[in-house]
């Protein structure tokens, strides 16, 4: 997702560490988050594109933060890309209220996250799965799927997720909670 420019391409003659490129440790960082980061993305903006627009500014941004202990990096990013996501459905919701129509948007923008290797009746479990998960998922209100996105996705701690999503941590258990429920309701059948 992160993209470095090569230094010998753009025509610099100096060192790596004096061209402003951030820590190998931030950008292993970065690197193991991206994944995760963009499916997070993905549940909650529903579009592909915009996903990889918010992961990659909230990149981005976490570039300003390289000087910041290692630890605080985890909140820190959810709490930037969280907030990306909002601005960026604010803003679709409000091209959606002038241009479309909402008949016109199609599940069709699902990922397919199942295993190559898999088996074709595996496979096709697997993405049965993954579609089904996503749907329920975007049934949730959004602090309900961001708690239960970090908490058991990303598998943060009550603290990181309470500062990553802006709130107590009492409210991350609340979120948390109701949102397994629903989850459970909705997927009940699947079992």
């Given at each position: 997702?992160?993209?470095?420019?090569?230094?010998?391409?753009?025509?610099?003659?100096?060192?790596?560490?004096?061209?402003?490129?951030?820590?190998?440790?931030?950008?292993?960082?970065?690197?193991d988050?991206?994944?995760?980061?963009f499916?997070?993305?993905?549940?909650?903006?529903?579009?592909?594109?915009?996903?990889?627009?918010?992961?990659?500014?909230?990149?981005?941004?976490?570039?300003?933060?390289?000087?910041?202990p290692?630890?605080?990096?985890t909140?820190?990013?959810?709490?930037?890309?969280?907030?990306?996501?909002?601005?960026?459905?604010?803003r679709?919701?409000?091209?959606?209220?002038?241009?479309?129509?909402?008949?016109e948007?199609?599940?069709?923008?699902?990922?397919?996250?199942?295993?190559?290797?898999?088996?074709?009746?595996?496979?096709?479990?697997?993405?049965?799965?993954?579609?089904?998960?996503?749907?329920?998922?975007?049934?949730?209100?959004?602090?309900?799927?961001?708690?239960?996105?970090?908490?058991?996705?990303?598998?943060?701690?009550?603290?990181?997720t309470?500062?990553?999503?802006?709130?107590?941590?009492?409210?991350?258990?609340?979120?948390?909670?109701?949102?397994?429920?629903?989850?459970?309701?909705?997927?009940?059948?699947?079992?």
């Amino acid at each position: 997702m992160l993209v470095s420019p090569d230094i010998s391409q753009a025509g610099l003659d100096q060192p790596p560490q004096t061209a402003m490129r951030p820590p190998a440790t931030l950008e292993l960082f970065l690197a193991d988050v991206g994944t995760r980061a963009f499916r997070f993305a993905e549940a909650g903006l529903r579009s592909r594109d915009d996903a990889l627009d918010a992961v990659q500014d909230a990149m981005m941004k976490m570039l300003a933060y390289r000087e910041r202990p290692a630890a605080e990096w985890t909140p820190l990013f959810w709490s930037i890309l969280r907030r990306k996501i909002v601005d960026l459905q604010r803003r679709g919701n409000f091209r959606l209220r002038l241009f479309a129509l909402a008949s016109e948007r199609s599940e069709d923008s699902l990922i397919d996250w199942a295993d190559s290797a898999a088996g074709p009746s595996q496979a096709h479990d697997q993405r049965e799965a993954y579609t089904r998960l996503t749907l329920a998922l975007r049934k949730l209100p959004a602090r309900q799927r961001e708690a239960f996105t970090l908490r058991v996705l990303e598998e943060l701690d009550v603290a990181d997720t309470a500062k990553a999503m802006g709130c107590s941590e009492g409210s991350v258990k609340t979120h948390l909670s109701r949102a397994r429920d629903a989850l459970q309701k909705q997927l009940e059948d699947f079992r």
